[in-house]
C-alpha cells in the first residue's frame, strides 16, 4: 500500500508493554525479601515451598526469579501487542491488524466510520458491520487520519434512531437470531466478553447488528437482507 499511514498502538498500550517485563523482573528480583516478609506471618510461617526457596542462595534465587518475571512479562506484552488494534490506512482501502489476523477494506465498501466511546466501527454499504474494536488511540486523531484520506467520516453513528432494545419477548428475527441473542444476554452477564463479541459476529452475519448498553442488547436490521428472516416464528 502506497502512501499510506499507521494507527497503532495507544500511549497506555505501549506504556503496559513496556512495563509488563520491568515490573515482573523487579518482583522477582525481591521476592526472597518478600518470601521473608510472608514467613513472619504465622499462618505462611510453616510452608514447605517457602522453607524450600529460602534454603537456597538468595541471590541466584532472586536472579532465577527476576528472569522467570522478565520472560512473562515479555509474553504478556506480546500478547498485548496482538490485541491491539493497529490500522495501515491507505487511498483505497485499509489494512487491519488485530489477534493476529489481517483485514482488508476497500474504501469502494465502505458506507461511514466513526467511534463510539474508544470504539472503531466502519459500516459497509448495506448498513452491515465491517469493523468494530476498541483502540485506545484518541478519537480526533484517527478522524484526521481518515479524513486526509478522504474516508466517509460521521461524527456519531447514522443509524442510532434504527435500534431497538431487544426482550425477551422479541421474536422479529427469527428462531435462530432470537437464540444467538439469549445466548448473547447470558455471555454479557457473565462477563464473557469473547463469547459475546463472537456471538455479535455471527448476529451481523444473519443480518442484525447489535450494540450494548450495560447488559441491555440494540438491535437493528441491515439493509436489503433477508435471509434471518426465513425462520421467522
Do not use: C
Not at 515490573?23 to 513472619?40: A, D, T
Not at 489494512?95 to 483485514?103: A, P, Q, S
Amino acid at each position: 500500500m502506497k502512501h499510506t499511514t499507521t494507527i497503532g498502538m495507544g500511549f497506555l498500550e505501549k506504556l503496559i508493554t513496556v512495563l509488563f517485563p520491568i515490573v515482573l523482573g523487579m518482583i522477582g528480583w525481591f521476592l526472597p525479601k518478600l518470601l521473608e516478609l510472608v514467613k513472619r506471618i504465622p499462618i505462611f510461617s510453616d510452608l514447605k515451598v517457602v522453607e524450600l526457596l529460602l534454603s537456597f542462595n538468595p541471590f541466584w534465587v532472586s536472579i532465577i526469579f527476576m528472569l522467570v518475571g522478565g520472560v512473562i512479562g515479555v509474553l504478556l506484552s506480546l500478547t498485548v501487542y496482538s490485541e491491539a488494534l493497529k490500522m495501515i490506512v491507505g487511498n483505497q482501502e485499509i489494512l487491519i491488524n488485530k489477534d493476529d489476523k489481517e483485514k482488508r477494506i476497500r474504501k469502494s465498501e465502505i458506507k461511514e466510520i466513526f467511534m463510539e466511546a474508544n470504539t472503531v466501527v466502519i459500516t459497509g454499504n448495506k448498513g452491515q458491520v465491517l469493523l468494530s474494536e476498541k483502540t485506545d488511540i484518541k478519537k480526533e486523531k484517527i478522524r484526521d487520519v481518515f479524513l486526509n484520506y478522504h474516508y466517509p467520516w460521521s461524527e456519531q453513528d447514522p443509524y442510532v434512531n434504527q435500534f431497538n432494545l431487544w426482550t425477551l419477548e422479541d421474536h422479529t428475527f427469527g428462531k435462530k437470531a432470537y437464540g444467538i441473542l439469549y445466548d448473547r444476554r447470558n455471555a454479557i452477564r457473565e462477563r464473557d466478553m469473547k463469547m459475546a463479541k463472537n456471538l455479535k459476529i455471527d448476529l451481523n452475519e444473519l443480518g442484525i447488528v447489535v450494540k450494548d448498553h450495560g447488559e441491555e442488547q440494540y438491535v437493528r436490521k441491515i439493509q436489503d437482507k433477508q435471509v434471518y428472516m426465513e425462520d421467522k416464528v
